[in-house]
């Protein structure tokens, strides 16, 4: 009989590494805790938060805090979703103690790993606006609007506040009050009923469904969840509906008050705001012998002298480190 000697396949284990995550977060509270050291600070869920710069002379200077941990976990993926999970518990709370702006989601961070001599960098920095051009087109939807009776008023005063808005959720939030107030039957036998074929005439069935749900079965539905309490589920971030509802207002308006093609439906980033442009980048970064590896230096450095001209770093690409850092 022949006899099978060879070893049994073991499944391979999954080790993990120590990550160390520095993350700016923008705010307009002067982190004071324990203000009578040197280093005010304070520690919670394993982040340490302290004020960006601090001195007994000058005070508390930028409106930023540092917040860094150690993160033991398989991948950096895996380091950063565990690191994004505690800030997500910390800074709402923070914003309402402490009555100000707070925010991380918009927030630079380099994390490195602890056997590895390069770290991943991401580099964010405010942008100007750029202008869109308010012509005769323009001009002419406008006086058009002022005598058209079919929109009220509540409309324009949502729709705006949405526009000046910064940030995902109030923006929907202020623009589901809009198309409420559209839809809305006026006069009708029972305050607030909504007309259905309306809402769907300006959102699509599909659309309408998702975000408002059927008459009498509305539990589900995006709209309802968020004006109730429940935040956005996982799915919800498949969809831009920011953006979907804005598409789908400017094809009604042009389709059905105007009857004519008054505002372009082909604009690049429509809803732009003076305030909370970005860009950013994303990659590995590795320091000289004069530098180290960390977020405040290395912010410095390329503040100083843009991303491809860095004097004690240089940006990284190694294809052995996606998905193996």
Same mark, same amino acid.
């Given at each position: 009989?022949?006899?099978n000697r060879s070893l049994p396949q073991l499944r391979k284990?999954?080790?993990?590494?120590?990550?160390?995550?520095?993350? !700016?977060?923008?705010?307009?509270?002067?982190?004071?805790? !324990?203000?009578?050291?040197?280093?005010?600070?304070?520690?919670?869920?394993?982040?340490?938060?302290?004020?960006?710069?601090?001195?007994?002379?000058?005070?508390?200077?930028?409106?930023?805090?540092?917040?860094?941990?150690?993160?033991?976990?398989?991948?950096?993926?895996?380091?950063?979703?565990?690191?994004?999970?505690?800030?997500?518990?910390?800074?709402?709370?923070?914003?309402?103690?402490?009555?100000?702006?707070?925010?991380?989601?918009?927030?630079?961070?380099?994390?490195?790993?602890?056997?590895?001599?390069?770290?991943?960098?991401?580099?964010?920095?405010?942008?100007?606006?750029?202008?869109?051009?308010?012509?005769?087109?323009?001009?002419?939807?406008?006086?058009?609007?002022?005598?058209?009776?079919?929109?009220?008023?509540?409309?324009?005063?949502?729709?705006?506040?949405?526009?000046?808005?910064?940030?995902?959720?109030?923006?929907?939030?202020?623009?589901?009050?809009?198309?409420?107030?559209?839809?809305?039957?006026?006069?009708?036998?029972?305050?607030?009923?909504?007309?259905?074929?309306?809402?769907?005439?300006?959102?699509?069935?599909?659309?309408?469904?998702?975000?408002?749900?059927?008459?009498?079965?509305?539990?589900?539905?995006?709209?309802?969840?968020?004006?109730?309490?429940?935040?956005?589920?996982?799915?919800?971030?498949?969809?831009?509906?920011?953006?979907?509802?804005?598409?789908?207002?400017?094809?009604?308006?042009?389709?059905?008050?105007?009857?004519?093609?008054?505002?372009?439906?082909?604009?690049?980033?429509?809803?732009?705001?003076?305030?909370?442009?970005?860009?950013?980048?994303?990659?590995?970064?590795?320091?000289?012998?004069?530098?180290?590896?960390?977020?405040?230096?290395?912010?410095?450095?390329?503040?100083?002298?843009?991303?491809?001209?860095?004097?004690?770093?240089?940006?990284?690409?190694?294809?052995?480190?996606?998905?193996?850092?």
């Amino acid at each position: 009989m022949q006899v099978n000697r060879s070893l049994p396949q073991l499944r391979k284990p999954i080790y993990s590494m120590i990550y160390r995550i520095e993350h !700016r977060i923008e705010t307009l509270a002067e982190n004071a805790v !324990r203000a009578e050291t040197l280093s005010p600070a304070f520690n919670l869920l394993d982040i340490k938060f302290v004020h960006w710069e601090f001195n007994p002379r000058d005070g508390w200077m930028h409106n930023y805090w540092l917040a860094t941990g150690n993160i033991e976990a398989s991948s950096l993926d895996e380091a950063f979703k565990l690191h994004r999970e505690k800030l997500a518990r910390i800074v709402p709370r923070v914003a309402l103690i402490g009555q100000c702006y707070v925010d991380s989601v918009f927030q630079p961070f380099l994390i490195l790993r602890e056997d590895k001599d390069v770290a991943f960098f991401r580099y964010v920095r405010n942008t100007g606006a750029v202008g869109l051009m308010f012509m005769d087109k323009e001009l002419k939807a406008l006086n058009q609007l002022l005598v058209n009776s079919d929109v009220p008023e509540e409309f324009y005063y949502y729709w705006n506040d949405a526009i000046n808005s910064i940030g995902y959720s109030p923006k929907l939030l202020l623009m589901f009050s809009a198309i409420e107030a559209l839809v809305k039957i006026r006069n009708g036998p029972a305050t607030g009923q909504k007309d259905w074929a309306k809402l769907e005439q300006i959102l699509g069935a599909e659309l309408k469904r998702e975000l408002w749900g059927e008459r009498g079965d509305s539990e589900n539905a995006l709209r309802h969840r968020l004006v109730h309490g429940e935040y956005f589920r996982p799915e919800d971030s498949e969809r831009n509906y920011v953006d979907l509802v804005h598409k789908k207002m400017v094809v009604y308006f042009n389709s059905v008050i105007f009857r004519e093609e008054l505002i372009d439906d082909d604009v690049v980033n429509p809803q732009r705001h003076l305030f909370g442009n970005r860009e950013e980048w994303r990659g590995f970064l590795k320091a000289d012998d004069r530098a180290q590896l960390n977020l405040r230096d290395a912010l410095a450095d390329v503040d100083r002298d843009s991303i491809n001209n860095m004097e004690r770093y240089e940006t990284v690409y190694d294809p052995a480190l996606i998905g193996n850092y």
